[in-house]
């Protein structure tokens, strides 16, 4: 199978791409954030592109969004009003927790990702909605990181349900790195765009190196705000204190017995990297699916070929892990692509 060249996923391809795929998520995008995510390209280009996507009828232009013209939806400003506003209730609501984890020393770079960080939060009362965070430690200490975070979250949770707190804390770390490794193992469009898109609150030189350390992303998507730092060394300890390493072992031991009776008990796979041994996974933190990959690339697949054409080589390009493992397919049962995952 011929994969997709760099040249071939032009600003066209791009445009209709990034389109589409904020219709998975049912958030059409802004004329202006359509500019953000083409900021490699001019303004015009990318205008005069967008006018001949209305004029051949597959897009339309309502109350500033862009919106396929066979996914006509209702009230866009309104819901993407109100999902800005749950997206901030959310942040609100943790602010406290965030700038407690903030100052623990061995966690070296926080940034918000997932919903919150596209401000497409969902009703919460419907949809219990989770805080993402994506995490960089030092090294030997990620796992007592998302312990202490995990401990802080059942713990308000205990407190809520008895009524001494009203506040939900919805800290969820489903992403985690050290510093002695920075590389992602699923390069896919999802990655990239979710790398593009995250919100530092601590570490902006650690995310630069992180985008450094995956110049891949750049194949999809140009994060511009980390150019002029990221060809600067960046001086650090990057070892935690023995302590910090000796409850960090402890830590992962604890997950990983947890992991393995869940699953002996319960039948749940549960899987934090995209690799082999991913059980045993020792510095980093990444769900198996990536955030529920092989759905998305379902999902826009369809979309794509429903208002365009079909076209494999670009799903090749945008998902080359699910697509070349042949895991696309609606049957999958494959550990490592699954499309519900369980995360505590």
């Not at 209305?54 to 919106?67: A, C, E, R, S």
């Not at 998507?221 to 730092?229: A, D, S």
């Amino acid at each position: 199978m011929r994969l997709m060249k760099k040249g071939e996923f032009d600003l066209t391809t791009k445009i209709k791409t990034l389109i589409c795929y904020s219709h998975v998520f049912d958030c059409p995008l802004s004329e202006k954030e359509l500019f953000y995510l083409c900021n490699d390209y001019k303004k015009n280009k990318v205008k005069k592109i967008l006018t001949n996507l209305k004029f051949d009828n597959h897009v339309i232009l309502k109350d500033g969004h862009i919106v396929l013209k066979k996914y006509n939806f209702k009230n866009i400003l309104e819901t993407r009003q109100r999902r800005l506003s749950n997206s901030k209730k959310i942040i609100d609501e943790n602010q406290t927790i965030l700038r407690f984890l903030s100052k623990i020393p061995f966690i070296l770079m926080i940034g918000i990702s997932g919903a919150v960080a596209h401000h497409n939060t969902l009703d919460k009362d419907k949809y219990p909605p989770d805080l993402d965070l994506f995490i960089v430690c030092k090294n030997y200490s990620l796992h007592l990181a998302r312990f202490i975070m995990i401990i802080i979250r059942r713990l308000y949770a205990l407190l809520n349900f008895v009524g001494l707190s009203k506040k939900r804390i919805t800290i969820d770390p489903n992403f985690g790195l050290e510093t002695g490794d920075l590389s992602v193992n699923i390069k896919s469009f999802f990655t990239a765009y979710e790398a593009f898109s995250v919100k530092v609150l601590k570490g902006q030189n650690i995310y630069n190196l992180f985008v450094n350390e995956n110049k891949w992303i750049y194949k999809y998507l140009n994060p511009y705000q980390t150019v002029e730092k990221n060809n600067i060394y960046l001086e650090l300890d990057a070892n935690a204190s023995f302590i910090v390493r000796v409850l960090n072992y402890f830590c992962f031991l604890f997950f990983l017995a947890l992991n393995h009776s869940k699953h002996l008990i319960f039948g749940i796979k549960k899987t934090y990297s995209f690799g082999d041994n991913y059980d045993y996974t020792f510095d980093r933190i990444q769900h198996a699916d990536g955030g529920y990959q092989t759905h998305i690339a379902l999902k826009l697949e369809k979309i794509y070929k429903t208002v365009f054409e079909e076209d494999h080589m670009l799903l090749c390009f945008l998902f080359p892990k699910i697509s070349n493992s042949n895991n696309s397919k609606a049957d999958d049962t494959d550990t490592h692509l699954t499309k519900t995952l369980y995360y505590d």
